[in-house]
Every structure is written in C-alpha cells, then in structure tokens.
Nanobody, 116 residues
Framework: QVQLVESGGDLVQPGGSLRLSCVTS????????MGWYRQASGNQRELVAA???????NYADSVKGRFTISKDNAKNTVLLQMSVLKPEDTAVYYC??????????WGQGTQVTVSS
C-alpha cells in the first residue's frame, strides 16, 4: 500500500527558504520517477520538480534555479529545497510517484504560504 507523508510547509516571507520532506512507503524508487507537485487555490495541480530513478532532475520554468529536488533511496524520502520564495509559490505541495499520481492517489500535502 502506498503512503505519502509530506511535511515542512510553513508561512515564510518573500525571499525566504523552506525545505519540504516526503516520507513514502510502497513505492520503489529504483523504478519510479518521483515528483513534487503543487496546487494553488483555484488552480490545477502542477508538477514543479521531478527526479528519475538514476537522479536526473527536471523543473518547471517557474521554479528553475530556485528549487532543488533530491531523494534518499535508503530512507524512501524525497526532499524539495525551496529558496527565493515568491508569493506566487503559495500552494499546497504534494510529493508522489508520477505513476501513482496518474492513478489519482495523493497524500495530504503540506501548505506553503509566502507572504509578508
């Protein structure tokens, strides 16, 4: 059974930093692309960062150069380091395997609010 537990969200001022963490179970990192998604109020959920099984990363243009995705295969954990945060980064952030996301299963997410 897949479990996804995101944490680390907070209220932060513009220009600040946060690190999100996602502990997973039931997902084999050797065979899955892992991603961080976000959903702002009134918007669709979007993929902002992804990491492949062999560690290659890809980012949405809106976060490129500011966010860094990483993973710890031994701990089944995916991290998202966010810096130079902007108000438009405000959203609920979710991690997921791309294949699991396609089946519509999600964790509870973690709220990130960027505001002065």
């Amino acid at each position: 059974q897949v479990q996804l537990v995101e944490s680390g969200g907070d209220l932060v001022q513009p220009g600040g930093s946060l690190r999100l963490s996602c502990v997973t179970s039931g997902i084999n990192f050797r065979f899955n692309i892992m991603g961080w998604y976000r959903q702002a109020s009134g918007n669709q959920r979007e993929l902002v960062a992804a990491i492949t099984s062999d560690g290659n990363t890809n980012y949405a243009d809106s976060v490129k150069g500011r966010f860094t995705i990483s993973k710890d295969n031994a701990k089944n954990t995916v991290l998202l380091q966010m810096s130079v945060l902007k108000p438009e980064d405000t959203a609920v952030y979710y991690c997921n395997a791309v294949a699991v996301a396609a089946r519509g299963y999600w964790g509870q997410g973690t709220q990130v609010t960027v505001s002065s």
